[in-house]
């Protein structure tokens, strides 16, 4: 195998894995440590992974900002947000005051609930929920009004704070663009959107966090709650034992 082969070989196996060893590529691969070594040092100019004591890991990710934008990010890995969706949606009962954020999974929660409704009535900021809604005759809806925020897909401010205020959920399912399993922080971009989750985790008996197990590889500029802030975790599919350690504290949905 040439050295460039190689080097695609460790890039798609650290991308899969997370993190791998000098020791175990060079066994893998049937060449010295310090030729893996020389692998990881150009690989990490490239950009493609980080070195670390021993191996190297994956490159934590950002969004871009263009993709943002709810409406742009509902195609991006749509049968995971649609699992998670399928999940949360088994949560809901009858009479429950549930609060749906702005998240590309909880429209695909919110479809769900006007194909299927189940008596609860629905609180959101996001407007594509409230489209969705408005072809519908079901009245257990209320949309938080406010200014639009920079994306324009979402009311957000003081006046949409304040119509929150009153409320008690029984359940918020929470969307998210990052969480750091180090040191438990949950990410997201907009701070405006990051004040109304930390409000709506404050006043819900039950909150869950909407998660694409990808998201365990992003990062973002504003850490708004905890790991342990939430009840459970709701996911697409199980990830990594090393993620699974890292959630302990909740209930995991991920089947």
């Known amino acids: 195998m040439l050295a460039q082969q190689r080097q695609e070989a460790i890039v798609e196996e650290v991308n899969e894995k997370g993190s791998v ?39 934590r990710k950002k969004i871009a900002a263009q993709d943002l934008v709810a409406s742009k990010r509902i195609s991006q890995n749509r049968p995971a947000k649609q699992a998670i969706a399928q999940r949360a ?6 009479n429950d005051l549930i609060f749906l954020d702005l998240s590309t999974s909880n429209l695909e929660l919110a479809r769900l609930l006007v194909d299927n409704d ?25 949309l938080l009004g406010g ?21 008690q959920f029984d359940k918020a399912f929470i969307g998210i663009e990052g969480v750091d399993i180090e040191s438990g922080k949950i990410f997201n971009y ?15 008996k039950s909150t869950y966090m909407m998660l694409e197990t990808r998201k365990f590889e992003m990062t973002g500029n504003y850490a708004f709650a ?30």
């Open 21 to 59: 060893l000098v020791k175990e590529l060079a066994i893998k691969y049937n060449v010295t440590q310090d030729s893996i070594r020389k692998d990881l040092s150009v690989l990490q100019k490239q950009g493609l992974l980080k070195k670390t004591y021993g191996g190297a890991v994956r490159i």
């Open 89 to 94: 949606y088994q949560l809901i009962e009858p």
């Open 118 to 142: 189940k008596g609860a009535t629905i609180v959101t900021n996001m407007l594509d929920i409230a489209n969705l809604y408005a072809t519908t005759n079901n009245r257990h809806f209320i």
């Open 147 to 167: 200014h639009l925020n920079q994306q324009g897909d979402a009311f957000a401010g003081a006046l949409a704070m304040a119509q929150l205020s009153p409320y």
């Open 190 to 204: 907009s701070v405006e959107d990051a004040l109304t989750k930390q409000a709506v985790l404050k006043q819900t």
């Open 226 to 255: 905890h790991i342990s802030d939430f009840t459970g975790v709701i996911m697409e599919k199980s990830p990594e034992e090393k993620y699974i350690r890292a959630l302990d504290s909740l209930e995991v949905i991920d089947r």
